[in-house]
């Protein structure tokens, strides 16, 4: 090979891998914030559940807002927690274990039901996996003060209008949030919790837990799904969807209790791993009337859209956009009653064998 051309190659092939050299350079510091991102994340919920502390929060959202006391607690693996609202209306939730109970005085009502064990009461901030990873940018951390502390925000942005961002201040001592948000495609913000007292201590009291007013008279509900007989599940009630936006999967399958319905109906749950929508069909006392198909309502985040499919009514809710709710619901479906099977043809006799011809024998051979 000629010395001029084989220098010719050489510098190309330097440049190249200069060129990659960049490439990789450039993009290994986005690779590194967006871990720091998760790891903060992580720190943060596991704090959430982990911790004892004390706090007073505001919770605004469409427009309204609620100041709101919290307590949480973790002595031998159990947690205790209660919520308690300061603005009037003495409004509680209380969390021992996996029993929640709702204390409302102004209806003079006591609800109760039961929670996963390992969950707080407290929203907690979604959490990225392989596959959402790919559906949102995790922004470098940023180093801040609010309320001063020294604090790191983390921001997780959609990369489609199908889904909302977050934001989290989190605090570098304790990991706690001290205020999350919640946006829109447009960088409107739909959902804010900000902290004005937040204290971790070694332990809380037992009568933390308990509530504040007299409940004694009040109308006690327990919230239990009925018991049902086994039935035998036919096609044309298994409900499917025939598309989806993008990263959102089917994630779970049953039935559900709902508020109007005297039995439980078809329940669908999707998620694209941080965002949850569910799907009820079938509910008899709709939030909408039948003239009001293709109806939605909103509030902060949260969508509740309507529409009737089959001759079914399907509400869609989740802190997702209308939009994708819009989108889901206009893709569910009923599955279609398979056709029976057709008798198998008798089969043909099969023919006798033919008799064996005789060998016959072999010519001698000649000496």
Same mark, same amino acid.
């Given at each position: 090979?000629?010395?001029?051309?084989?220098?010719?190659?050489?510098?190309?092939?330097?440049?190249?891998?200069?060129?990659?050299?960049?490439?990789?350079?450039?993009?290994?510091?986005?690779?590194?914030?967006?871990?720091?991102?998760?790891?903060?994340?992580?720190?943060?919920?596991?704090?959430?559940?982990?911790?004892?502390?004390?706090?007073?929060?505001?919770?605004?959202?469409?427009?309204?807002?609620?100041?709101?006391?919290?307590?949480?607690?973790?002595?031998?693996?159990?947690?205790?927690?209660?919520?308690?609202?300061?603005?009037?209306?003495?409004?509680?939730?209380?969390?021992?274990?996996?029993?929640?109970?709702?204390?409302?005085?102004?209806?003079?009502?006591?609800?109760?039901?039961?929670?996963?064990?390992?969950?707080?009461?407290?929203?907690?901030?979604? $959490?990225?996996?392989?596959?959402?990873?790919?559906?949102? *940018?995790? #922004?470098?951390?940023?180093?801040? !003060? =609010? +309320?001063? /502390?020294?604090?790191?925000?983390?921001?997780?942005?959609?990369?489609?209008?199908?889904?909302?961002?977050?934001?989290?201040?989190?605090?570098?001592?304790?990991?706690?949030?001290?205020?999350?948000?919640?946006?829109?495609?447009?960088?409107?913000?739909?959902?804010?919790?900000?902290?004005?007292?937040?204290?971790?201590?070694?332990?809380?009291?037992?009568?933390?837990?308990?509530?504040?007013?007299?409940?004694?008279?009040?109308?006690?509900?327990?919230?239990?799904?009925?018991?049902?007989?086994? $039935?035998?599940?036919?096609?044309?009630?298994?409900?499917? *969807?025939? #598309?989806?936006?993008?990263?959102? !999967? =089917? +994630?779970? /399958?049953?039935?559900?209790?709902?508020?109007?319905?005297?039995?439980?109906?078809?329940?669908?749950?999707?998620?694209?791993?941080?965002?949850?929508?569910?799907?009820?069909?079938?509910?008899?006392?709709?939030?909408?009337?039948?003239?009001?198909?293709?109806?939605?309502?909103?509030?902060?985040?949260?969508?509740?859209?309507?529409?009737?499919?089959?001759?079914?009514?399907?509400?869609?809710?989740?802190?997702?956009?209308?939009?994708?709710?819009?989108?889901?619901?206009?893709?569910?479906?009923?599955?279609?009653?398979?056709?029976?099977?057709?008798?198998?043809?008798?089969?043909?006799?099969?023919?006798?064998?033919?008799?064996?011809?005789?060998?016959?024998?072999?010519?001698?051979?000649?000496?």
């Amino acid at each position: 090979m000629p010395r001029e051309m084989r220098f010719a190659l050489q510098s190309r092939a330097r440049g190249s891998w200069r060129a990659l050299g960049l490439v990789l350079l450039a993009w290994a510091p986005l690779a590194a914030s967006a871990d720091e991102g998760l790891e903060w994340i992580e720190r943060m919920n596991q704090a959430l559940v982990s911790r004892n502390y004390s706090g007073t929060f505001l919770h605004e959202r469409g427009g309204q807002s609620e100041s709101l006391q919290v307590h949480h607690r973790v002595r031998a693996g159990e947690i205790s927690e209660r919520l308690a609202s300061l603005d009037g209306s003495g409004r509680e939730f209380i969390r021992r274990g996996e029993d929640v109970l709702y204390v409302l005085p102004d209806q003079q009502r006591l609800i109760s039901e039961r929670r996963p064990r390992n969950t707080s009461l407290l929203p907690r901030f979604p $959490q990225l996996d392989q596959r959402s990873a790919e559906l949102y *940018v995790v #922004s470098p951390v940023t180093r801040t !003060r =609010l +309320t001063a /502390r020294d604090v790191r925000l983390v921001s997780i942005t959609p990369r489609d209008p199908f889904r909302y961002g977050y934001r989290a201040w989190i605090d570098s001592r304790t990991y706690l949030p001290l205020k999350t948000e919640l946006f829109d495609n447009e960088g409107r913000v739909l959902e804010r919790v900000t902290f004005t007292s937040l204290s971790l201590l070694r332990d809380l009291p037992d009568e933390l837990f308990n509530p504040a007013v007299d409940t004694r008279g009040f109308q006690q509900v327990r919230l239990e799904p009925p018991r049902q007989r086994i $039935q035998r599940v036919t096609a044309q009630q298994v409900w499917n *969807v025939q #598309s989806l936006p993008r990263g959102f !999967r =089917l +994630t779970q /399958r049953g039935e559900q209790s709902v508020p109007g319905s005297e039995s439980r109906v078809p329940h669908l749950v999707f998620s694209d791993g941080l965002a949850s929508v569910s799907v009820f069909i079938g509910v008899d006392q709709p939030p909408f009337s039948p003239g009001e198909a293709g109806r939605e309502r909103r509030m902060g985040a949260s969508t509740a859209y309507s529409a009737f499919i089959n001759g079914q009514h399907v509400v869609v809710v989740g802190e997702v956009p209308v939009r994708t709710a819009r989108l889901i619901a206009s893709q569910i479906r009923a599955a279609q009653p398979a056709e029976p099977a057709k008798p198998a043809e008798p089969a043909k006799p099969a023919e006798p064998a033919k008799p064996a011809v005789p060998a016959q024998p072999a010519s001698p051979v000649e000496p």
